[in-house]
């Protein structure tokens, strides 16, 4: 981390492979396996199923990433993704045309979350870790309160629009999944502002030694609490997208914050801060589903698929870690 | 870790991180006084009442003691919850009623926490894996290793095991002599201990311990070890006092992050290298009087649960805010 100018020094003379990200040959390894034991998934049925299913938990990487970088966590995001489709159920009882303020609230919420989040962080010195599992705690207990404990009703099919529908008759790909393009859209704005803009690169050097950024000028606070907001946005968006395809429930959202952050560090993001990518981490929530969707293949029991899911983030951080000590990055 | 300028002007006078948690817990005192006096329900404030309202959180108390090691030396257990379920199940499938295999299941429930937090320990300090990641991936395998077998209470307590939850000793029950006993044998080895020392050093500045000559690979496994064995009993005092074990009583009770929140309310400092036992002792009443004050007060449950999230991020404020370090 902090010789970094030195192996950029170093960098062309050996740009060849270890420069690529190695979760992407990992995806590539999973989505050949897949295609091993299910030819279908190379018709666009299957892919497309693939990548809509895998959406939401892409979207929640990528703005998990932004709170990684930066140093801290947010454990929050699965109260807010429940949060979302119980409070969207609620509010727009059933109404059609509520979707379009719906929404706009849902994003405030998540606006409000994720300031609350910062400036509890920066201000009150909570670590993140406790600081949004307190935020986790008490969202599930709004989200019972909100529906009294049972959460009743559908949400009208505006709504579910984003998450479930295809758009069909497009020559080539034949299907469009609208959430594939909720993803490219918000996977290249989250990649625009994390890779190309300075905002990005202050979440980095906050991420990597904050006391050094705020010498060298970086409004940390700001810069931090900026990235619990991404966060929360992209968990709402992942809500909304949620709601598309499963049902109103109280725990849409258990266990997606843990799965962000696999996704995240299959991806390469350093817990504790200062390296990560956007695209790795959507890749790496790619790899992930395609994980799931490998052993549901073949048909091995839910259970299972936590094992393999521990196994996994134990591996991976152990060979990122004896890649970094190798490579002295 | 520490700032050299707070620690050397906090020495003189009054050292508020000392007293902060017995600040907290009278707090909480107090306020369940007030409560149940304002309401007329006197009959709370009896001292058999207070002693019950210890009683519902042993399990919490026996595996915040243990987190509190994992966490004095910078580390963190996730594995707990599942940990807990997984011996509460092995413990009562080996007894299954027959008093004769007491000793061999607390035996076995013993060497499978020793195992876990071994194989924790030592991939957090050999393959350096993020503690965070390891003790959640180790979460992840126990849970589902167990889920596999089992799906439901497995196998049951005898009688005579059910004394170490029910039985009482001088009109105080077994358990919370137990876990006395457990926090002062704590208390002993991190304060007046060469491991307790190290322990405090490692978490405090891990590259300084090493050079000063501590071979702190060695601190965090054992630290783990401690952490998950304690985990276990935690277990096997559940298993007694359900009766049974099953799959789901780890991860029902929220012990992973619960005690993480105990020990961190108690004044122990998440990087590290600060607190001890005493606090998470009095982090586990406020947690316990946290509960009793909403139940005299007939908060409603969902309300409770919002209000809980506020005060956990509230009571860690409580101490942080003061301090100049940045957090993240």
Redesign the interface.
């Known amino acids: 981390m902090t010789d970094q100018p030195l192996s950029s020094a170093e960098a062309p003379k050996k740009r060849a492979l270890p420069h690529i990200n190695p979760v992407y040959f990992l995806l590539a390894a999973l989505i050949a396996a897949i295609l091993l034991q299910n030819p279908n998934f190379a018709e666009p049925t299957g892919y497309m199923n693939f990548l809509k299913r895998a959406a939401p938990l892409a979207i929640l990487a990528a703005g998990q990433v932004y709170v990684l970088v930066?140093?801290?966590?947010d454990l929050s995001v699965g109260s807010l993704i429940t949060l979302v489709v119980v409070g969207s159920s609620m509010l727009t009882n059933n109404d059609p045309s509520a979707t379009l303020w719906v929404i706009p609230v849902m994003l405030c919420i998540g606006l409000a979350v994720g300031l609350i989040n910062g400036l509890?962080?920066c201000?009150?010195?909570?670590?993140?870790?406790?600081?949004t599992?307190?935020?986790?705690?008490?969202?599930?207990?709004?989200s019972?309160?909100w529906s009294g404990?049972s959460p009743r009703g559908y949400l009208p099919d505006t709504f579910r629009f984003f998450g479930r529908v295809n758009i069909m008759d497009i020559p080539v790909i034949r299907m469009l999944p609208v959430a594939l393009i909720v993803l490219i859209v918000v996977g290249f704005a989250l990649y625009w502002l994390m890779h190309r803009t300075n905002f990005g690169r202050m979440v980095h050097a906050?991420?990597d030694n904050?006391?050094a950024a705020?010498l060298g000028g970086v409004p940390?606070n700001r810069v931090?609490i900026l990235a619990f907001v991404v966060s929360s946005l992209s968990a709402v968006v992942t809500g909304i997208l949620l709601g598309g395809f499963a049902g109103v429930s109280t725990d849409v959202g258990n266990g997606y914050e843990?799965q962000a952050?696999t996704a995240a560090?299959l991806g390469g993001a350093q817990?504790?801060?200062g390296r990560g990518s956007v695209p790795a981490a959507i890749a790496g929530a790619l790899s992930l589903q395609a994980i799931f969707t490998l052993l549901n293949f073949l048909g091995l029991?839910?259970?299972?698929?936590?094992?393999?899911?521990?196994?996994?983030?134990?591996i991976a951080?152990?060979l990122a870690?004896?890649r970094r000590?190798r490579t002295g990055r | 870790m520490s700032d050299p300028a707070m620690t050397t002007a906090s020495k003189t006078g009054f050292r508020f991180e000392v007293w902060a948690p017995a600040i907290l817990l009278l707090a909480a005192l107090m306020i369940y006084v007030i409560i149940a006096v304002s309401t007329g329900q006197t009959q709370y404030l009896t001292a058999s009442n207070l002693i019950s309202i210890l009683g519902r959180s042993i399990a919490l108390g026996i595996t915040a003691i243990g987190q509190t090691f994992a966490i004095l030396v910078a580390s963190i257990d996730l594995s707990v919850a599942s940990l807990i379920s997984a011996t509460a199940v092995l413990a009562s499938v080996i007894m299954n009623g027959d008093p004769a295999m007491i000793l061999p299941a607390i035996l076995a429930a013993l060497a499978l926490g020793g195992l876990v937090g071994l194989l924790n320990g030592l991939v957090i300090a050999k393959l350096e894996v993020n503690p965070l990641i390891a003790t959640l991936g180790m979460s992840l395998i126990i849970q589902g290793c167990l889920s596999a077998v089992v799906s439901n209470f497995a196998g049951s307590v005898p009688v005579e095991f059910q004394l170490f939850a029910y039985g009482e000793i001088g009109g105080l029950p077994a358990s919370l002599i137990f876990l006395l006993v457990l926090a002062i044998a704590a208390w002993v080895v991190l304060r007046f201990t060469k491991f307790g020392s190290d322990i405090y050093s490692v978490g405090g500045n891990k590259d300084a311990a090493r050079f000063a000559g501590i071979q702190t690979d060695r601190v965090v496994v054992y630290a783990h070890i401690i952490c998950s064995v304690l985990a276990a009993i935690a277990g096997l005092y559940l298993a007694s006092r359900l009766r049974s074990g099953a799959p789901w009583i780890g991860s029902d009770g929220v012990y992973d992050l619960e005690s993480i929140a105990v020990v961190v309310i108690g004044g122990t400092v998440l990087a590290g290298g600060r607190g001890g036992i005493w606090g998470t002792m009095a982090g586990m009443m406020i947690f316990s009087l946290i509960d009793s004050i909403f139940n005299v007060a007939g908060v409603d449950a969902f309300a409770k649960q919002v209000m809980r999230g506020v005060i956990i991020v509230a009571a860690v404020a409580f101490y942080a805010v003061r301090s100049k370090r940045m957090v993240a």
């Open positions: 930066s140093g801290g966590f509890v962080v201000f009150l010195k909570v670590p993140s870790l406790i600081a599992l307190g935020m986790m705690i008490t969202l599930t207990g709004v019972f309160m404990g906050i991420g904050p006391q705020r940390v931090r843990l952050i560090v817990l504790l801060g029991p839910q259970p299972v698929r936590q094992v393999v899911q521990g196994l996994i983030l134990i951080v152990a870690m004896y000590k």
